[in-house]
C-alpha cells in the first residue's frame, strides 16, 4: 500500500511539475531543446519534472533523507551534464581519459559528484539502519548492522546505478519502462517500498509525452531515477545483495563501452517488441 500511495504521489507531483515547466521554462524553451536520434526536437524538461516528482513522493512518505538526496543530487549533476556538457568526450573512458589529461569535463564532474553524493546517501540509508535497530524496527530491512564498507559499497551501487539508467535513455519510453519494471520490483519490500514506488510512479505519469517523442529524461532525469532506485537498492539487502549489484553494474558499465545497447535490444525479438511498445 505505501508503494502505491508513493507512486499515486510521485507521479502527480511529475505531471503537475511537467505541466509548470512547459509554461515557464526556466531560461527559455530553446534552452531545454534538444535533436532525438531521429532528428525530432524534444524536451529536456522532463527530467527535472521527474526528479521533483519522485523526490516529493519519496520525501512525503518517508523514504528517508537518502533516497531524497540521492535523487536530488543527481538531478543537479546530470542538469549540469544536460546543459553545459562538452560533446567532445563521451562516455566513462572518455571522461576519465579527458581527466588523466588535465581535462575537467562536465562529465567528469558528475562522475566525481555521483561517487561522493552516493556514499552520503547511502551513510544515510545506513545510519536509519543502526537506529531501527537500536530501537527494535527490524522489520524487512537488511540483515546485520550496515559496517564502513558497506556503506562505501553502497555508495558505489547508488551511483552505478544512476549511469546505468542514463545508458537507457537513448530511444523513446525506454527508460522510464525500465524505471516502471525495476521500481515495481523492488517494492516488494516494506523498507524500499516507498523510495521504489515513487521512482515508478513519477515514471508512469512521464511516459506519454516521452512515447511520443515529445520529451525525454536527459541526464537530469535519468541520473535521478537510477540514484533513486539504487538507494531502494540499499533499503532492502546486506551486504551480500550489495556486492552482487555492484558487480553487475561494473559489468554491465563496462559492457557499455564496447557493445551498444540498442543492437543489443533491437537483435533480441523479447526486448525488441518491449522496447518498441506504445511508441509511435
Given at each position: 500500500?505505501?508503494?502505491?500511495?508513493?507512486?499515486?504521489?510521485?507521479?502527480?507531483?511529475?505531471?503537475?511539475?511537467?505541466?509548470?515547466?512547459?509554461?515557464?521554462?526556466?531560461?527559455?524553451?530553446?534552452?531545454?531543446?534538444?535533436?532525438?536520434?531521429?532528428g525530432a526536437t524534444v524536451t529536456l524538461l522532463e527530467?527535472?519534472?521527474?526528479?521533483?516528482?519522485?523526490?516529493?513522493?519519496?520525501?512525503?512518505?518517508?523514504?528517508?533523507?537518502?533516497?531524497?538526496?540521492?535523487?536530488?543530487?543527481?538531478?543537479?549533476?546530470?542538469?549540469?551534464?544536460?546543459?553545459?556538457?562538452?560533446?567532445?568526450?563521451?562516455?566513462?573512458?572518455?571522461?576519465?581519459?579527458?581527466?588523466?589529461?588535465?581535462?575537467?569535463?562536465?562529465?567528469?564532474?558528475?562522475?566525481?559528484?555521483?561517487?561522493?553524493?552516493?556514499?552520503?546517501?547511502?551513510?544515510?540509508?545506513?545510519?536509519?539502519?543502526?537506529?531501527?535497530?537500536?530501537?527494535?524496527?527490524?522489520?524487512?530491512?537488511?540483515?546485520?548492522?550496515?559496517?564502513?564498507?558497506?556503506?562505501?559499497?553502497?555508495?558505489?551501487?547508488?551511483?552505478?546505478?544512476?549511469?546505468?539508467?542514463?545508458?537507457?535513455?537513448?530511444?523513446?519510453?525506454?527508460?522510464?519502462?525500465?524505471?516502471?519494471?525495476?521500481?515495481?520490483?523492488?517494492?516488494?519490500?516494506?523498507?524500499?517500498?516507498?523510495?521504489?514506488?515513487?521512482?515508478?510512479?513519477?515514471?508512469?505519469?512521464?511516459?506519454?509525452?516521452?512515447?511520443?517523442?515529445?520529451?525525454?529524461?536527459?541526464?537530469?532525469?535519468?541520473?535521478?531515477?537510477?540514484?533513486?532506485?539504487?538507494?531502494?537498492?540499499?533499503?532492502?539487502?546486506?551486504?551480500?545483495?550489495?556486492?552482487?549489484?555492484?558487480?553487475?553494474?561494473?559489468?554491465?558499465?563496462?559492457?557499455?563501452?564496447?557493445?551498444?545497447?540498442?543492437?543489443?535490444?533491437?537483435?533480441?525479438?523479447?526486448?525488441?517488441?518491449?522496447?518498441?511498445?506504445?511508441?509511435?
Amino acid at each position: 500500500m505505501r508503494a502505491l500511495v508513493s507512486g499515486v504521489v510521485g507521479g502527480l507531483a511529475a505531471g503537475a511539475a511537467m505541466r509548470l515547466l512547459r509554461a515557464h521554462p526556466p531560461g527559455g524553451a530553446a534552452r531545454w531543446e534538444r535533436t532525438n536520434h531521429a532528428g525530432a526536437t524534444v524536451t529536456l524538461l522532463e527530467g527535472p519534472a521527474y526528479a521533483a516528482g519522485a523526490a516529493a513522493g519519496a520525501a512525503l512518505l518517508g523514504a528517508g533523507p537518502g533516497p531524497v538526496l540521492a535523487t536530488t543530487a543527481a538531478a543537479g549533476l546530470g542538469a549540469l551534464d544536460d546543459l553545459r556538457g562538452d560533446s567532445g568526450s563521451k562516455g566513462l573512458k572518455g571522461h576519465l581519459g579527458a581527466l588523466a589529461r588535465g581535462e575537467v569535463t562536465t562529465g567528469a564532474v558528475k562522475i566525481v559528484g555521483l561517487a561522493v553524493t552516493g556514499v552520503c546517501a547511502a551513510a544515510l540509508v545506513d545510519l536509519r539502519v543502526r537506529r531501527d535497530a537500536r530501537h527494535g524496527r527490524h522489520g524487512t530491512r537488511p540483515r546485520g548492522i550496515p559496517a564502513v564498507a558497506d556503506t562505501i559499497v553502497g555508495g558505489a551501487v547508488v551511483a552505478g546505478t544512476a549511469n546505468l539508467f542514463n545508458l537507457l535513455d537513448l530511444r523513446p519510453g525506454r527508460a522510464l519502462k525500465a524505471v516502471v519494471l525495476v521500481g515495481a520490483l523492488a517494492a516488494t519490500s516494506d523498507g524500499s517500498a516507498v523510495a521504489a514506488g515513487a521512482a515508478a510512479g513519477a515514471a508512469a505519469s512521464l511516459l506519454p509525452p516521452d512515447l511520443a517523442g515529445e520529451a525525454m529524461l536527459g541526464d537530469t532525469g535519468a541520473n535521478a531515477a537510477g540514484a533513486l532506485l539504487g538507494t531502494a537498492l540499499l533499503q532492502r539487502t546486506g551486504r551480500r545483495g550489495r556486492l552482487v549489484a555492484l558487480a553487475l553494474l561494473t559489468g554491465l558499465t563496462l559492457a557499455s563501452e564496447k557493445v551498444s545497447f540498442t543492437q543489443v535490444i533491437e537483435s533480441t525479438p523479447v526486448l525488441r517488441e518491449l522496447d518498441a511498445l506504445g511508441r509511435r
